[in-house]
Structures are given as structure tokens and as C-alpha cells.
Antibody, heavy 117, light 108 residues
């Protein structure tokens, strides 16, 4: 069992970056897989990418390659997701989740990122 | 990228009735299919994985079936707490994992 607690809401200007954190507790951290999923207002779920901290290598959906960076800090059992060159379409709730074989067993509470000038 | 298509978009059901939700994959995903429930303002909650295995805490009134490209989530007798949006997700062909667009189950 893993509990995931995300950082608070953010308001950003277009063209800037945002970094969202997700602190994991309750179970071994490094061997788990953590994914990021976003949900635009009134829309469905969109898988962005994932990381396995012990390997420190992230994988991304093609759509987010080059603009999204997922990292993990084993010392603080925290996973991070950074989006650069923000645009209005990036306004969404961003969720972290712990994956088991591809499906997401536990989820963070979500972080609202609003991109507005 | 595998496209997941859910139907119907909205399902109006009376409490106590049966609800049947469908999910179709654009190509075979074997049994690597999960279902999630999401209520307003909350994170999704895993209900079913492996197409038919209930996650810990999922009530027995939820059942999943199917394999390949056609999947079904059945709620045998809808309770008030079951009115929500349901998403299917394939985790067979990666990247990326992909979700359906969701089915909203509303009170009739």
C-alpha cells in the first residue's frame, strides 16, 4: 500500500514552466512504477509518462516528448513532473499514480495547474 | 497508439437497476484492460484490472468481462454511490497507455 500526496495548485503564465511533486509513503519506493495522468476541465484522462525510480529512466507519450520531464528523488521518496513552455491547453488537473503492471492502483489527490496570462 | 472507445457516453439508470458499460479497443489488448471510477472533484479509483479481477475493496456488484477488443463493465444493482464517470484503460501496447473517453452513469 502506497499513499501519494501531491503539491498544491499553481497558476502560471504562458511560456513558463511548472513542477509538480508527488510524495510517496507507506511502502518500498524505488522499485515501484509511478505514472502521471492529466485531466483537462470537463475532459477525460490522458496518460503522460512514467518512471521507475530504481532505474531513473522515464518514458513518455509521444505527445509530451521534449516538453515534459519526470524525475524521482529516492532520498525523499518524491516523484516530480515538470512541464515547460506552458500554454493554455495545459490547464488541467495533474495526477500521479502508482502503477502495477500498467494499471494505476493508487492515486494522488491531483494538482490543478492553471495557465493564464 | 491504441484508441479506446466507450459507449454510451451517458447512461441513465434507476437505483437498483443493472448497468452495462462497453469499451472497445482499436486492436487487441488481450486482457490488459482496467476500469476506473471517478466522482466529481476526486481522483480516479481502480475498480477492475486484468479485464475481470476486482481490485481490493471493489464491491462484488461490479464485474468485468471480455478480451481482445471488446470489454464490458457490469454493475448488477446500482447504488447511490455508483453514480459517477467510468473509464477503461488499456495497458497492453505501450507507449502510451490509453484511456477511453468515459461513460457517465447518471440517475434516471
Amino acid at each position: 500500500q502506497v499513499q501519494l500526496v501531491q503539491s498544491g495548485a499553481e497558476v502560471k503564465k504562458p511560456g513558463s514552466s511548472v513542477k509538480v511533486s508527488c510524495k510517496a509513503s507507506g511502502d518500498t519506493f524505488s522499485s515501484h512504477t509511478f505514472s502521471w495522468v492529466r485531466q483537462a476541465p470537463g475532459q477525460g484522462l490522458e496518460w503522460m509518462g512514467r518512471i521507475i525510480p530504481i532505474f531513473a529512466t522515464a518514458n513518455y507519450a509521444q505527445k509530451f516528448l521534449g516538453r515534459v520531464t519526470i524525475t524521482a528523488d529516492e532520498s525523499t521518496t518524491t516523484v516530480y513532473m515538470e512541464v515547460s513552455s506552458l500554454r493554455s491547453e495545459d490547464t488541467a488537473v495533474y495526477f500521479c499514480a502508482r502503477d502495477v503492471g500498467g494499471y494505476s492502483y493508487e492515486w494522488g489527490q491531483g494538482t490543478l495547474v492553471t495557465v493564464s496570462s | 497508439e491504441i484508441v479506446m472507445t466507450q459507449s454510451p457516453a451517458t447512461l441513465s439508470v434507476s437505483p437498483g437497476e443493472r448497468a452495462t458499460l462497453s469499451c472497445r479497443a482499436s486492436q487487441s489488448v488481450s486482457s490488459n484492460l482496467a476500469w476506473y471510477q471517478q466522482k466529481p472533484g476526486q481522483a480516479p479509483r481502480l475498480l477492475i484490472y486484468g479485464a475481470s479481477t476486482r481490485a481490493t475493496g471493489t464491491p462484488a456488484r461490479f464485474s468485468g468481462s471480455g478480451s481482445g477488443t471488446e470489454f464490458t463493465l457490469t454493475i448488477s444493482s446500482l447504488q447511490s454511490e455508483d453514480f459517477a464517470v467510468y473509464y477503461c484503460q488499456q495497458y497492453n501496447n505501450w507507449p502510451p497507455w490509453t484511456f477511453g473517453q468515459g461513460t457517465k452513469v447518471e440517475i434516471k
